[in-house]
């Protein structure tokens, strides 16, 4: 280490020592070399844990938060973030697009963290390795993948009822994924509608043991009898209350459909009475998924409300005009992408359906981000800016920032500082039994992890739309990821690859 560098991170480390003692940073002079890596200077910033609303600077120092004071602070790289909202990074709690072109449009959209959580990873240790050494510009994190241990266990049979011995020795191999670091569990059921209710329930209670959540599509999302989503919800609040497992409900928004206000319901009372379940929703009224999925099976789309016209294959555009063709589709090739257009946005019934799932009280906001593609093939190519022809579905570009353009700014449906909350601390505080690192993300305080977006309320919101869903979000002036630049000045640094492991208690 140079002399140079020596003197720096001593100036920086008696600048911290300051704040403990004295209670508030030291400015210094005019005349000393600068104290800390960054500040950001003159910005609105809001942290969800204290409550603080206010113009703040913000200094960086190796990393975390140095300061956030009234007092002029000085940097080796200064922000101006005048008229901006400086705020924690977000993180996404639901993201299938853990490549590199993904994490770029999830930094446009201001997303720090990216975790992959209701389908997971197997095996966990293998994929958090593979990350680390490709490089990731966002931090990423895997839940423990029920499904891919189940088909390990049982190969073909791994849609069906397993016996005692299989459910034994799946449980088994959920702890060794726990010790690997997973998040938790993700639980798929919706793919996965005949397995053992008995076995959900013993995943579910060793999760409580562990002190970790699941993460769970739900079995089914039928608006009326028989298999409605009633069940499907009903089965996982009374496993929370039941084992006393964490149990998280993802996307609401196209599991619930045109029950969401009962089932919206169904989940306020459930926390009303103590039961640790927690829900999340994306603004956004079509989904994405395989065309093999069984609730896409045309017999059952009369119980979504639903045709096949309202299925889109990704690659093509094709809509099936018939029963038929849907079914023909689904034997050729039951991985293909499509998107599901469960609900219009534009009709106003259906768009307040959305909008209920997602403002309901302590909802996270997540994006059920997908992968990009080109035809056949997925896209993981670091090269920017994405190809114009790339396919994929528009929340994964712009689902935080759709938020606050629309759900803010232009229908006031949410006050900007209860956004970020549901985008930062919320998500944190899920993990953080799991990951007692996440404790220091979510929040805008000294000691913090330097996860940090800037960004202009008056502009800020989607681009992309199902025509182009690559178009990057707008109003993201900086996005910094442990204090370091992946956008600055509104562009992508698409050299950095600050990005780290986010794992659990043991591995962590």
């Given at each position: 280490m140079s002399a140079g560098i020596g003197i720096h991170r001593l100036r920086a480390l008696g600048v911290i020592l300051s704040m403990?003692?004295?209670?508030?940073?030291?400015?210094?002079?005019?005349t000393e070399n600068p104290a800390y890596d960054v500040v950001i200077r003159g910005g609105r910033v809001i942290d969800p844990e204290s409550g603080l609303d206010a113009v703040r600077n913000v200094a960086i120092a190796d990393?975390?938060?140095?300061?956030?004071?009234?007092?002029r602070l000085s940097g080796r790289i200064m922000i101006d973030a005048g008229g901006l909202v400086v705020a924690p990074g977000f993180i996404d709690v639901h993201s299938h697009g853990m490549t590199i072109p993904n994490g770029?449009?999830?930094?446009?959209?201001?997303?720090?963290?990216?975790?992959?959580?209701?389908?997971g990873a197997w095996p966990v240790a293998d994929v958090y390795r593979a990350a680390s050494q490709q490089g990731r510009p966002i931090n990423y994190g895997y839940s423990v993948a029920w499904s891919g241990i189940r088909q390990e266990v049982m190969g073909d049979r791994a849609q069906d009822l397993a016996t005692d011995a299989e459910i034994e020795t799946i449980l088994a191999r959920v702890s060794d994924g726990l010790d690997a670091g997973g998040l938790g569990v993700g639980t798929p059921v919706g793919y996965s509608t005949?397995?053992?209710?008995?076995?959900?329930?013993?995943?579910a209670a060793l999760a409580a043991k562990r002190g970790v959540p699941v993460f769970t599509h739900v079995r089914t999302k039928n608006g009326r009898d028989p298999d409605s989503a009633l069940e499907a919800f009903g089965e996982v609040i009374a496993t929370a209350a039941t084992?006393?497992?964490?149990?998280?409900?993802?996307?609401?928004?196209?599991?619930?459909?045109?029950?969401?206000?009962?089932?919206?319901?169904m989940i306020a009372q459930a926390r009303a009475y103590g039961i640790p379940v927690t829900s999340e929703a994306y603004p956004w009224g079509a989904g994405s998924t395989s065309i093999g999925a069984p609730f896409l099976a045309p017999e059952n789309l009369p119980l979504l409300d639903i045709g096949p016209e309202n299925i889109e294959v990704i690659a093509n555009g094709e809509r099936p005009a018939t029963a038929q063709r849907l079914a023909e589709l689904r034997k050729a090739k039951p991985d293909e992408r499509v998107?599901?257009?469960?609900?219009?946005?534009?009709?106003?019934?259906?768009?307040?359906?959305?909008?209920?799932?997602?403002?309901?009280?302590?909802?996270?906001?997540?994006?059920?981000?997908?992968?990009?593609?080109?035809?056949?093939?997925?896209?993981?190519?670091?090269?920017?800016?994405?190809?114009?022809?790339?396919?994929?579905?528009?929340?994964?570009?712009?689902?935080?920032?759709?938020?606050?353009?629309?759900?803010?700014r232009e229908r006031e449906l949410l006050r900007l500082a209860d956004a970020i909350r549901r985008s930062t601390l919320l998500p944190a505080q899920l993990l953080e039994p799991a990951a007692p690192g996440m404790k220091r993300k979510g929040r805008i305080g000294v000691g913090m992890d330097a996860d940090i977006v800037v960004f202009d309320p008056a502009t800020v919101g989607a681009a992309a739309t199902y025509e182009k869903p690559a178009e990057p979000a707008k109003g993201m002036h900086h996005v910094l990821v442990g204090g370091t630049f992946v956008i600055r000045e509104g562009k992508l640094i698409a050299s950095a690859r600050p990005g780290r492991a986010i794992r659990g208690g043991i591995a962590e």
């Open positions: 403990v003692v004295a209670g508030s940073p030291i400015a210094p002079s005019a990393g975390r938060i140095a300061a956030v004071s009234t007092d770029w449009l999830q930094a446009f959209d201001g997303v720090t963290t990216a975790l992959e959580l209701e389908t005949r397995t053992n209710r008995t076995e959900y329930w013993d995943v084992t006393g497992a964490h149990m998280h409900l993802c996307h609401i928004n196209s599991s619930g459909l045109r029950d969401i206000p009962r089932l919206t319901g998107i599901v257009h469960y609900l219009n946005e534009t009709i106003e019934a259906e768009r307040q359906l959305i909008e209920q799932a997602l403002v309901l009280e302590d909802g996270i906001i997540a994006s059920d981000a997908v992968r990009y593609s080109m035809k056949d093939r997925i896209v993981t190519e670091a090269v920017w800016p994405l190809p114009a022809a790339v396919a994929g579905h528009p929340r994964s570009a712009a689902t935080f920032t759709k938020v606050l353009g629309e759900y803010v």
